[in-house]
C-alpha cells in the first residue's frame, strides 16, 4: 500500500486564501455586486453594441445607443407597474374588510362540511388581519426607503457596463496577454465560451419572464381577477429568484383573489393555477431553455444559491446560476478540475462511470497537488 504524505502547510496556506477571499468578497458587496451584474449586461448587450458599431464607427455612442435600447422596454414596464400598484394601493382600505368577510365565508363552510370548529382561528384572524395586511405594505415603505440606494446601485452598474464595453477589446488583449502564445487559442475559446454561457442564460431568462407573465395573466384573466397583467408578470418578475420567487408570486393574487371575489373557487383556482405554472417553469419551461445554456444539476443550483444567497443576499440568488455557469466552464480547461466540472454537470446520474474510466490518472488527482511528492518534483 502506497502512503501519501500530504502537505498540511499547502493546504493551509489554500484555507486562508479561501475563507480571506469570502471575507473580501463578503465586505465588498458594495462593489463586487455591481461589478457582476455589470458584467452580464454588458455580455447581454454585446451583440446589439456590435450591430450598431456596423453603421456607427464611434464606439462610446453606439454603447450609449444600445444602452438606452435596452433600459426602454424595462422603463416602459416600470411606468406601467407604477401605475397599476397605486390603483392596488388605492383600494387597500376597502380590501381589508372584504378579507375578513372571504375568510369567515371559507371558515363557515370548512365548519359545515368538514365539522371543523373553526371560531378560535376565525377570532384570531379577525383581530390581527390588519397587521398581516400592514406587513406587506411595511415591507413596501421599507424598500421605498431604500430606494436611493438602489438607485445608486444601478447607476453605478450602468456605469460599470459602459466601460466594460467600452474597453472590452483592451480587456481581452490583457488577459490573453498573461496566458503564452501557445495557449491563447484555447484562451480565447474559453472567453467566448463564457460569453455565450452568460448571453444564453440572460435571453433564457428574459423569455422565462415572458412566458410565465403571459401564462399568469391569461390564467388570472379567465378566472376573474382584476389587474390580471399586473399580477401575473409580478409573479414573473419575481421568479428571478429561484424557488423563492414564484411561491412569493402566487401569495399576492391569491390574497387578493381572496379580498375582492365572492366566491370560494376564485381564490383556489389562483392557488391552482400558480402550482401548476410552478410545476411547468420548474420542470419543463426553465430546463427547456435556461436549462440547456447552464447544464447544472438540481443538487449543484441549490448549493450555489444557498452559498449565493448567505454570501450576497438576493442579488446572490440571482447572481449564483449564471456565476456557478461560467466557473463550470473555466473547469472545463484546468486539468486537476475537470473532474469538479463533472460533478457539476446536468447529467451527472448518467455518467457516474466517467470518474473511473477517464479520470483515474494522475494528473486528475487533487490531492497529488498537496502531497510531498508533487513538491520535490516541483
Not at 448587450?45 to 453606439?62: Q, V
Not at 490573453?176 to 467566448?192: D, K
Not at 448571453?199 to 389587474?227: C, D, K, M, P, R
Amino acid at each position: 500500500m502506497t502512503n501519501i504524505n500530504i502537505n498540511l502547510q499547502r493546504i493551509a496556506y489554500l484555507l486562508v486564501i479561501l475563507v480571506i477571499s469570502i471575507y473580501i468578497i463578503i465586505i465588498g458587496k458594495s462593489l463586487f455586486v455591481p461589478v457582476a451584474f455589470s458584467a452580464l449586461f454588458s455580455f447581454l448587450l454585446l451583440p446589439i453594441c456590435r450591430g450598431i458599431e456596423n453603421w456607427l464607427p464611434y464606439r462610446p455612442g453606439a454603447i450609449v445607443m444600445s444602452i438606452l435600447i435596452a433600459l426602454l422596454p424595462i422603463l416602459i414596464a416600470i411606468g406601467l407597474f407604477s401605475y397599476q400598484l397605486t390603483t392596488v394601493l388605492q383600494d387597500m382600505p376597502s380590501i381589508s374588510g372584504q378579507l375578513k368577510k372571504g375568510i369567515s365565508h371559507i371558515f363557515n363552510l370548512a365548519e359545515r362540511f368538514l365539522q371543523i370548529d373553526s371560531t378560535s382561528l376565525e377570532d384570531w384572524l379577525r383581530t390581527n388581519l390588519t397587521t398581516i395586511l400592514d406587513t406587506p405594505l411595511q415591507l413596501l415603505g421599507n424598500s421605498l426607503t431604500s430606494s436611493t440606494a438602489v438607485l445608486a446601485g444601478l447607476l453605478v452598474t450602468i456605469l460599470f457596463t459602459f466601460f466594460a464595453l467600452l474597453y472590452r477589446t483592451s480587456f481581452k488583449n490583457f488577459a490573453l496577454s498573461q496566458f503564452p502564445r501557445g495557449v491563447r487559442e484555447e484562451a480565447t475559446h474559453i472567453l467566448e465560451q463564457v460569453q455565450h454561457v452568460a448571453q444564453e442564460y440572460l435571453y433564457g431568462l428574459l423569455l422565462v419572464i415572458f412566458i410565465l407573465g403571459t401564462l399568469n395573466s391569461l390564467g388570472l384573466w379567465l378566472i376573474g381577477i382584476n389587474y390580471a397583467a399586473f399580477w401575473g408578470f409580478l409573479g414573473a418578475f419575481l421568479a428571478i429568484v429561484p424557488y423563492i420567487g414564484t411561491t412569493l408570486g402566487g401569495i399576492f393574487p391569491f390574497i387578493y383573489a381572496l379580498a375582492t371575489t365572492s366566491t370560494v373557487w376564485q381564490p383556489a383556482a389562483v392557488v391552482l393555477l400558480y402550482g401548476t405554472v410552478q410545476a411547468l417553469e420548474g420542470n419543463i419551461i426553465t430546463p427547456k431553455v435556461v436549462g440547456s445554456s447552464v447544464s447544472i444539476n438540481p443538487m449543484a443550483a441549490l448549493l450555489s444559491l444557498f452559498a449565493g444567497g448567505l454570501i450576497w443576499g438576493i442579488s446572490g440568488l440571482v447572481l449564483a446560476l449564471p456565476l456557478i455557469a461560467i466557473l463550470k466552464v473555466i473547469m472545463d480547461h484546468i486539468t486537476p478540475l475537470q473532474p469538479f466540472s463533472e460533478l457539476l454537470g446536468s447529467d451527472l446520474y448518467k455518467k457516474s462511470d466517467i470518474f473511473l474510466e477517464k479520470y483515474d490518472k494522475e494528473e486528475y488527482r487533487l490531492i497529488n497537488y498537496f502531497s510531498e511528492r508533487r513538491r520535490r518534483n516541483l
